[in-house]
């Protein structure tokens, strides 16, 4: 039991920042942990079993991707065993169907698949993965086949948020019991391609219209989770439910974070899972202090009546787009900088989209690659 | 397509198998535990779901607590009915 605080809901596991498909949003980091640095079963292993010591409900099977770790099976399995909730997050192309039926059998309750489009062509050239979409298709149909709650989780932008009626009528073809619209953001990889994806205007409330009506039409049928991105609203989210209060996140070589992109904030160092306990992280690890609660707040969100809601907004992007990590995060219009910063990135969406630069592992220089 | 669940109080309701109703025994807390959700049901949520196994239906529940509570059968069916339409239209319910 913890003394000083309540434990966190759920961790994110990131197995592996491998990943078959290219996006050229990719919210990884700029550098990724190579194969040869990912912690091994056994650290897993002992870190799930920390995980469930703390009293925390869920884990979420992410990367990378996550099917890339052939160990993935033990490690569902043992966290079905500790009673973790167990959710894999999944781009799908690496899955076979005996694969995720042993995923199940092992206690896997909970198969969310990320989708690029709803179009084959624009999905597979997103994704820069030559049949990736059909591909899929097929595995969210194998997920209710096997009686598994399934969630679409579509990454929407500029260049498909045409779509976002297809992909509401796409995941209610596919008996999905969640969709969620997840607009870009632009953190690592993805702040490269800002003008590339970065939608417009009528393109977002068009959006929002249309997500309204859906709900309304498929109550009890589709559940809509929709975040408007960050450059259009007026007031910042509330980022991972509020830093170091929910969540916790553990890269692939086992740093523990509060959020998957707080390895771009440089002047931190994290603690490994190699060398402390969760529990110890929780309550003791300095970046988790940092900006946990209110104090540290800068003005105007000391005295904000929605401190306590949106916590301070997102670190990492107060600091990507000011520079400065204890700044006030600029999406929120009491920002001195929210004219500046917001309104040069979205004018970016009035002009022609620039060809945006896919992410591959392999590829250690930047090239724009053709559309 | 499938359809919205519409309670009624006859319907008997069930917790799906994909959402576990449980007690965190490190955190000394109930918990309805789904995909990417993690609900804190207050004490009288708590005592309606742990009825809701799949063998009574609404009513039943209700004529439960009616008694336990000296409360009108009446008004527990709505307020039971309110609650639980909210879960189910959430996916974190079903009938048997």
């Not at chain 1, 870009?184 to 993805?190: F, L």
């Not at chain 1, 989770?225 to 086992?254: H, T």
């Not at chain 2, 607590?65 to 239209?89: G, R, W």
Request: charged share 30%; net charge neutral.
């Amino acid at each position: 039991m913890l003394k000083k605080l309540k434990a966190p809901l759920a961790v994110l596991a990131e197995l592996s920042h491998r990943c078959p498909l290219s996006c050229a949003y990719c919210s990884n980091p700029i550098e990724l942990v190579e194969k040869n640095k990912e912690l091994d079963t056994n650290d897993w292993i002992r870190v799930i079993d920390e995980a469930a010591d703390l009293g925390i409900h869920q884990i979420h099977f992410s990367g990378g991707e996550p099917t890339a770790r052939k160990d993935l099976e033990q490690m569902v399995e043992h966290a079905h065993k500790r009673k973790l909730y167990t959710n894999l997050i999944t781009s799908a192309v690496l899955l076979s169907r005996e694969r995720l039926e042993k995923l199940k059998k092992l206690g896997l309750e909970h198969v969310q698949v990320s989708f690029q489009d709803s179009e084959r062509e624009n999905a597979n050239r997103i994704g820069n993965f030559k049949g990736g979409h059909e591909k899929k298709l097929e595995v969210a149909k194998w997920v209710r086949e096997l009686g598994m709650p399934l969630t679409i989780n579509a990454v929407m932008h500029r260049q498909n948020l045409h779509h976002l009626d297809d992909m509401i009528k796409m995941s209610v073809d596919l008996d999905a019991d969640r969709l969620e619209v997840a607009n870009v953001q632009y953190y690592g990889w993805a702040l490269k391609n800002r003008a590339a994806f970065m939608p417009t205007k009528d393109q977002l409330e068009s959006s929002m219209e249309i997500v309204e009506k859906a709900r309304k039409n498929l109550k009890g049928i589709l559940v809509i989770d929709y975040v408007l991105p960050d450059y259009y609203a007026k007031r910042p989210k509330s980022c991972m439910g509020g830093w170091g209060r929910q969540f916790l996140n553990i890269s692939p070589e086992g740093n523990v974070l509060p959020c998957h992109a707080a390895e771009t904030i440089k002047s931190f160092k994290f603690d490994n899972v190699k060398d402390k306990s969760l529990a110890w992280i929780w309550e003791n690890s300095e970046p988790f202090n940092k900006f946990r609660g209110t104090d540290w707040m800068p003005s105007p969100c000391k005295t904000c009546d929605r401190r306590e809601i949106d916590w301070g907004g997102c670190r990492c992007q107060a600091l990507a787009l000011t520079g400065d990590i204890g700044a006030v995060d600029p999406t929120c219009e009491f920002s001195p900088l929210h004219e500046k910063i917001f309104g040069s990135a979205t004018k970016e969406s009035g002009s022609e989209a620039p060809e945006f630069i896919y992410r591959l592992l392999s590829n250690k220089e930047v090239e724009p690659v053709k559309k | 397509m499938k359809e919205r669940l519409l309670l009624k109080s006859e319907t008997v309701p069930v917790i799906p198998n994909h959402v576990r109703f449980e007690f965190n025994e490190v955190r000394k807390e109930w918990v309805l535990l789904a995909p990417e959700r993690a609900l804190y049901p207050d004490p009288i949520a708590i005592e309606v779901l742990k009825k809701c196994n799949g063998k009574i239906s609404i009513k039943l529940i209700a004529e439960d607590l009616a008694k336990k509570y000296k409360a009108p059968l009446k008004k527990i069916i709505e307020d039971i009915i309110t609650m639980l339409q909210d879960l189910a239209d959430k996916g974190f319910l079903k009938e048997c």
